[in-house]
């Protein structure tokens, strides 16, 4: 860097020291939390040897072992059955909760009184902020056999007999969706509000002098101008379709054997493997996986998405 450039630069940090020092908390966080980890993404091509203590012997004292710990994932009998549901379970969840969503928002932005619609908004986001935990013992209060609130009043009232809830694995893709979709909505049509929010209202008057329905503003004029963040929002949920929610899979179902079938997903299969075996390995193997495949499906995503509309991707 000759000096020229040299004085400019600190020019610009001079000028600006005060929104640098306001950013440094930021930046050593960001270091320390997302940065500094990714050391471990050698632990997942490494057999760890428990004998051998300290952050340093568990970086880089191991021995290399290649891909064997990735073999747990594939190799396994039920490699298919968790990759299946994971990416239909989140398949389904990033539709529905964005179709849903966008309707709330449009149904929220509709209300004049400010008081109520506070309120009904915070109503709708208070799922979001609860622990699942808490969500699975609210489930549990619903389904349990004995005592639930459905095999108790819901379905005597409708002349069924009560169900087993917990070891019938054909209930519970419909019980998983109803549960994230209650709890999730809510935080995405906070989102999808906002950007409706910002839509000049000169549209609307237009759209009513030429005679427009209600559901042609919304067709024609909402949605279209709400596109970007519809976009960026799914693009970043289609990065993180080879997670899972652990609470909801693991709290929810409480970790019933029997309804492994349908709610066993990489993230739960990962756990009671690591819960068994204790393998350090295998599960930094399985986190690896989770994240290239997600990094390779926010570019494709991203690239189809900048082919259609430069504007609306992420970069």
Known sequence: MNQSRWRKFRKRVVRHRMLILMALPGLAYL???????MLGV???????????????????????????????????????TITR??????????????VVAIAVAIVLNEIRSRFMSRLYQSLILLPYLISMVIV?????????????????????????????WYSEPAYWPYILTFVNLWKNVGYLCIIYLA?????????????VIDGASKWQQITRITVPLIAPTITIMML??????????FGLFYQVPLNSGALKPTTDVIDT???RGLMTLGDIGMSSAAGLYQSAVGFVLILLSNWLVRRRSRDQALF
């Open 42 to 80: 050698t632990i997942a091509f490494k057999e760890i040897d428990y004998s051998r203590k300290g952050l340093f012997n568990l970086l880089f004292g191991h021995e290399w072992i290649g891909f064997k710990n990735f073999e747990y994932l594939f190799r396994t009998d039920d490699a298919y």
């Open 31 to 37: 270091v320390i939390n997302n940065y500094l980890p």
């Open 195 to 207: 950007a409706i929010v910002g839509i000049n209202h000169e549209y609307y008057e237009a759209a």
């Open 136 to 164: 699975g013992y609210l489930a549990l209060s619903m389904l349990n056999v004995e005592n639930g609130f459905m095999n108790k009043i819901i379905l005597p009232l409708l002349g069924i007999d009560p169900v087993s």
């Open 85 to 98: 549901n994971t990416i239909l379970y989140n398949g389904l969840f990033i539709v529905l909760n964005t």
């Open 269 to 271: 299969y990962v756990y």
């Open 236 to 245: 970043l949920a289609v990065g993180r379709i080879f997670y899972s929610d």
